[in-house]
Every structure is written in C-alpha cells, then in structure tokens.
C-alpha cells in the first residue's frame, strides 16, 4: 500500500536533547511538508521542500532543521533551540494531481512530549 | 495578515441531520480551498477541493460552497451519521504555495 510513514508514534524527549522524527513515502511525490499541531491551533508549517537536497523555511523553522537526501525520506530534527517543543508533527507529501493546489497525503503523526 | 476562521470549535447534532460547518477567510486571495477529516491522534485526510471560479462541488453526502465575494466556504454533512463525527478542517492557498489551515470544527453526531 502507497502511503506516509511517520515514526516514533509518541516520543518523549529531555530538556536539552536533540529529537529526529522520521517520514518516509512510498507514493512518488516530489514535495514533502512537515506541519507541527497543538491543542486548538490550526496546523503550522514547519518546513517544505520540493525537490531532493532543496528545502524552505515555513512559518515556524525557528528550532528544528531537515535534510532532503532522497525523494522518499525528509527527516525532522527538533534542537534544543526549539523552547515549546511538545505537541504533534505531522509529515505531508504532495501529489501530481490537482495541478497546483497543493492537495496533501498525510501520515498517521508522531506526539512529541517534552519532560 | 492572513486569517483562517471556522466558525466555532465543536459543533453537536442528531444522527440523520444536515450538518454545516463554516469557514472564513481575510486579506487572502485564494485560488483552491480544501477540507480535511481528522480523526484523534491521526492525521488529516483529503476529502474535498473546490476552485475559486466554482461555486459548489458535491462528493456523495458532502458538499462544499466558495463564495469568493462573502470570503467564505460551507461544508454540509446531508443524512450525518455517528461516524462522520471527527474534526474538520479547512484549508486554502493560491496557486503553487503551500497550504494554509484553519484550526478546526469538532463535529459530534448523536444517534
């Protein structure tokens, strides 16, 4: 089956420590989001990228960083930088349909605790 | 700056009952707007998209409306059922950008 894989499902994490949350995509598509999600707020674009080894800023980079070494992996890092790091990251890729509307595959999200 | 609202954040009616959900948008020009179903602790899924020169587009028991001129989208449920409760989203962009979404109408479906 075609889809997104996000792992781990729930991470806990240290003040302090460094955390990559994996997304890994078997549909093909060239463009892969990471949106972060907390309780009563809308998803938040972390960041994107299009193309292999290419990747933006969104609105929210400030604290984590990615790589984008093949079309179907975009690991997330969240520093020690990042101060409110709780909540769900969820990783999104785009297909070639719906020409420039950017319609989303989502995966299933990994929540990120901080103690 | 850019402003997604949808109308409230929980939203509760009977089993068989048309539901409708808004969205509002402000200082954008969208050329698509989307919604998505998420269930808890899973991500969203696609369900519908409509462009701005359509009006309505319709998917089985969904419909959706874009007013271009009022800036708003509807999302009626005609017929709900206990399993379409989940939380809505909307989400809209201009042509090539990534998405904007709101934060969500959580519906609740009694039978």
């Known amino acids: 089956d075609g889809g997104i894989t996000q792992s781990p499902k729930y991470l806990f994490r240290k003040e302090g420590q460094n955390v990559t949350l994996s997304c890994e995509q078997n549909l093909n598509h060239d463009a892969m989001y990471w949106y972060r999600q907390d309780p009563g707020q809308g998803l938040r674009l972390i960041y994107y990228?299009?193309?292999?080894?290419?990747?933006q800023k969104g609105d929210i980079a400030e604290g984590y960083s990615v790589s984008r070494e093949k079309k179907e992996s975009f690991p997330l890092t969240v520093t020690s930088a990042q101060k409110n790091p709780t909540a769900f990251y969820l990783c999104a890729s785009r297909g070639t349909g719906f020409s420039g509307a950017n319609v989303l595959t989502f995966g299933a999200g990994s929540r990120l605790t901080v103690l | 700056s850019q402003k997604i609202e949808q109308n409230s954040e929980a939203l509760n009616i009977q089993e068989g009952k048309t539901a409708t959900l808004t969205c509002n948008y402000t200082n954008y020009s969208p050329a698509y707007l989307q919604w998505y179903r998420q269930d808890p602790g899973r991500g969203p899924v696609f369900l519908l998209l409509i462009r701005e020169n359509e009006k309505e587009k319709r998917k089985e028991r969904l419909k959706v409306t874009f007013d271009t001129t009022l800036k708003q989208s509807l999302f009626h449920i005609t017929a709900s059922q206990p399993a379409d409760s989940a939380t809505y989203l909307c989400?809209?962009?201009?042509?090539?950008?990534?998405?904007?979404f709101g934060k969500g109408t959580t519906l609740s479906v009694s039978s």
């Open positions: 989400a809209l962009n201009q042509a090539g950008t990534a998405l904007i």
């Open positions: 990228s299009q193309i292999v080894n290419d990747f």
